[in-house]
């Protein structure tokens, strides 16, 4: 076989910093509205676990709650991912403010009791999200047990010591787990010495004896890029690949569709006889299967689509829309028979934003500022700049309206801007993104605290708005971090947006094979795709899948605040067999399976509070 070498510029490693700062226990303070990424959209923090109006049902049905284990510091958005190995459960410590990400570690030799004994602070300015992977390693460089988490920038972290890449921490003594290799990852040459931020990790061993290597990939929900590093000896990453998926293989993408969010956001890699098989989340080029055996030259076997009409939107309430894409997570079930996927939506409306010149762009909402299916908002939009208290907006016009506040992403949260647009007189906020704050192209869903609606388009669409999008480049934009040049009270298009429902984000199941995927069925809790839950009872949508190792037909969902959901695989047909909602409410992130004295339990990480422990008892 031919060997590619990596694109060219992509091969530097970022220099690895000090390691970071180990403690035990400590508090902080939580907002609820301090904004966050998840790969280009950001999360809506407006979960109601700590309010029981409007919550779902609480219920339990072939679910046993065998134990919980409360973070030493809960609060809103405390917590993210769940990784497990031997006693020990690690809990990702996300964005919040203070920001101070990290990772919990928690004792489950009790499973009825599971408790903190310990937490490993990231650099400061940095947090975790999707990326805690434990794994024993055994190479010729090291033998015992690995921690891999993910860097991401807390809001408003730009300089040092925040750091992005990935961290490596030895914890084959837990109690006192050892940083090995601190924010390393790929960089981009000529933009930044520091690794690209990082939203999630996986890693795997592959060879035998002193041929055993081990290898770790680093999806950074930013870019289309393929970043795999060689970590047989941890304290040394090497970066093997670097390389632009999307362009290496260009039949992942669907072409004016409207599926234009393109990133690389989450992964797995599982032995399949002689083959490593990675199976990569690539939001709106929906899911890909990759031969990794040679991690430095990967090959391409399958993809999939996502079809019109919007599948389960339209088995659901009979709305024939196109899809969303937002491919978050995937796996393999039933002894590899199927795969299932997990497409993330926060938002379970969709906003259209048309132009007096005839323009149409796609828009997203979130948070309190969101219209109702059906609801509308027209007028003429103005420049304002960031809007945020260090640089306020000016007062709407006193008379052409109602205007809408045409505003740049960063710089503050967005109900900092929202507070700042609200209180000068306009009828509506609609801002746009830039690459310092999520990405160029992506499309951001704004938790925002708001009493006019506010909405969110991506950098070409607001810039098409303002007629400055001429000689438009995404390249050259994720490139740079600048603010818009253009005076601040410049008058844009007039505007109409108008939101329709489409659903929360849901299940997917496709048969396993090669090339285009064969989609078989969907699944969605039946809140989802009810349009009289679209505001107000928390994010509906699925998050993460984890599948039986005793009974490869059943696989277990975190479903945020609509729970713990159990599944049926078979017959390329899915259902629903278990489900768990605290009387408390949830907001379920992760989902991790282990076993302990022959039976099978299910850790989840809930957003606020920590870990719950779960059996399944039905007899599916």
């Not at 009979?318 to 996927?341: C, D, S």
């Amino acid at each position: 076989m031919k060997r590619r070498r990596p694109l060219a510029g992509t091969i530097a490693v970022a220099t690895l910093v000090a390691a970071a700062a180990l403690f035990t226990g400590g508090s902080a303070a939580v907002s609820n509205d301090a904004p966050f990424d998840d790969g280009g959209v950001l999360i809506d923090d407006g979960h109601v676990h700590g309010d029981m109006a409007g919550r779902l049902d609480t219920a339990s049905s072939n679910v046993s709650l065998v134990g919980r284990g409360q973070i030493n510091n809960p609060g809103e958005n405390r917590v993210s991912d769940v990784g497990v190995l031997g006693n020990y459960a690690y809990l990702g410590a996300f964005n919040s403010s203070p920001c101070q990400g990290g990772v919990y570690i928690m004792d489950i030799a009790d499973v009825r009791q599971p408790r903190q004994v310990g937490f490993i602070a990231s650099s400061q300015g940095s947090f975790v999200g999707e990326g805690v992977h434990p794994l024993h390693i055994s190479t010729p460089a090291f033998d015992g047990d690995l921690l891999a988490y993910s860097n991401e920038l807390c809001t408003g972290a730009s300089a040092p010591p925040a750091v992005g890449g990935a961290t490596l921490v030895d914890i084959s003594d837990p109690l006192h787990p050892v940083v090995l290799a601190n924010g390393f990852g790929a960089v981009e040459p000529g933009v930044s010495t520091r690794a690209r931020t990082v939203h999630s990790t996986y890693m795997w061993q592959t060879g035998h004896g002193p041929n055993r290597k081990a290898y770790i990939v680093l999806p950074d929900s930013r870019t289309p890029m393929l970043p795999i590093f060689d970590i047989t000896d941890p304290r040394n990453p090497v970066q093997v690949i670097d390389i632009n998926l999307a362009e290496r293989y260009p039949q992942i993408l669907q072409p004016n569709s409207g599926l234009d969010t393109v990133f690389f956001h989450d992964v797995v890699v599982r032995r399949h006889g002689n083959q490593q098989i990675m199976l990569l989340s690539f939001w709106d080029a929906g899911y890909v299967k990759l031969d990794v055996s040679d991690p430095a030259n990967p090959v391409y076997l399958a993809d999939s689509d996502f079809t019109f009409p919007d599948p389960e939107l339209k088995q659901a309430i009979g709305e024939e829309l196109q899809p969303e894409g937002n491919g978050h997570y995937a796996e393999f079930v039933h002894n590899n028979q199927y795969i299932i996927t997990t497409d993330e939506d926060f938002a379970a409306t969709r906003v259209v934003v048309k132009t007096d010149d005839g323009s149409e762009f796609r828009g997203a909402q979130g948070g309190e500022g969101s219209l109702p299916t059906g609801g509308s908002v027209n007028g003429p939009t103005i420049f304002v700049g960031l809007g945020c208290n260090t640089s306020p907006p000016p007062s709407a016009p006193a008379t052409g309206g109602p205007w809408i506040a045409l505003v740049e992403r960063g710089g503050c949260t967005f109900t900092e801007k929202a507070i700042n647009i609200e209180s000068r007189g306009y009828a509506g906020t609609l801002v746009f993104n830039r690459t310092g704050a999520g990405g160029c192209g992506g499309i951001t869903a704004p938790g925002v605290t708001a009493s006019k609606p506010y909405f969110s388009i991506n950098r070409k669409s607001g810039l098409s708005i303002l007629d400055a999008d001429a000689g438009y480049n995404e390249a050259a934009c994720l490139a740079s971090s600048d603010t818009l040049n253009l005076p601040i009270g410049t008058v844009g298009d007039n505007v109409s947006l108008k939101a329709s429902f489409d659903g929360w984000g849901y299940v997917h199941l496709f048969r396993n094979g090669n090339g285009k995927l064969q989609e078989l069925d969907t699944y969605a809790v039946r809140e989802g795709m009810d349009p009289g839950y679209e505001n107000g009872f928390g994010s509906l949508t699925v998050h993460e899948v984890a599948v039986s190792a005793k009974n490869p037909h059943l696989a277990y969902l975190s479903y945020y605040d609509a729970g713990f959901r159990v599944i049926s695989v078979k017959g390329g047909k899915i259902e629903e067999v278990g489900h768990y909602l605290d009387v408390n409410g949830n907001d379920f992130w992760g989902v991790q399976v282990f076993q302990r004295g022959g039976k099978e339990y299910v850790l989840a990480s809930d957003r606020d509070f920590g870990l719950y422990v779960f059996e399944y008892t039905g007899k599916n």
